[in-house]
Antibody
């Protein structure tokens, strides 16, 4: 059974960098795409981007200039960095294996 | 503005059958698998349906999915009070080269 466990800072100030990490347990890391999705409070879901097990990335055009997704295959982990955050980036962030397996979510609040 | 279109709300009484629609285009639903999620307040989305109509282990057979052309539907039969939640559809979009979602449907069990 594939499980994703994520962690990272939950409170940031405007202009800081959001940093989250997701560890994959119980399944192969290779052969799959690993994604980040977010959900602002009271709103719907937004795909942020993904990375393949080989390191190939694809990002949502609306966030591309600020997003970096990376992976550490030795630890079966992948990470999200989002620079220059604003209040509009306040959301619950989820790590996923494409659309099938989801982490528990991390609420990130951006406030001065 | 979500790429996939869902009704914002739906309702039914216990025991009824309700359906939730999800409309897209040829670049997303028309050429990729559809997924459905149930989200209870304060929790992560729970996968109900994958690959258009496949139920993961543990999902009751009261939940079923279908797809036709550029639209998909989630049906819930034998509605129960615990089905009251938000439901989202999702798929891949070949133009965006990323996942796209519906805006969500809030289901109320009257």
């Amino acid at each position: 059974q594939v499980q994703l466990q994520q962690w990272g800072a939950g409170r940031l100030k405007p202009s800081e960098t959001l940093s989250l990490t997701c560890a994959v347990y119980g399944g192969s890391f290779t052969g799959y795409y690993w994604s980040w999705i977010r959900q602002p409070p009271g709103k719907g879901l937004e795909w942020i981007g993904e990375i393949s097990h080989t390191g190939s990335t694809n990002y949502n055009p609306s966030l591309k200039s600020r997003v970096t997704i990376s992976l550490d295959t030795s630890k079966n982990q992948f990470s999200l960095k989002l620079t220059s955050v604003t209040a509009a980036d306040t959301a619950v962030y989820y790590c996923t294996r494409r659309l099938r397996y989801w982490g528990q979510g991390t609420l990130v609040t951006v406030s001065s | 503005q979500s790429v996939l279109t869902q009704p914002p709300s739906a309702s039914g009484t216990p025991g009824q059958r309700v359906t939730i629609s999800c409309s897209g285009s040829s670049s997303n639903i028309g050429s990729n698998y559809v997924y459905w999620y149930q989200q209870l307040p304060g929790t992560a989305p729970k996968l109900l349906i994958s690959s258009n109509n496949q139920r993961p282990s543990g999902v009751p057979d009261r939940f079923s999915g279908s797809k036709s052309g550029t639209s998909a539907s989630l049906a819930i039969s034998g509605l129960r009070s615990e089905d009251e939640a938000d439901y989202y559809c999702a798929t891949w979009d070949d133009n965006l080269r990323g996942a796209v979602f519906g805006g969500g449907t809030q289901l109320t069990v009257l």
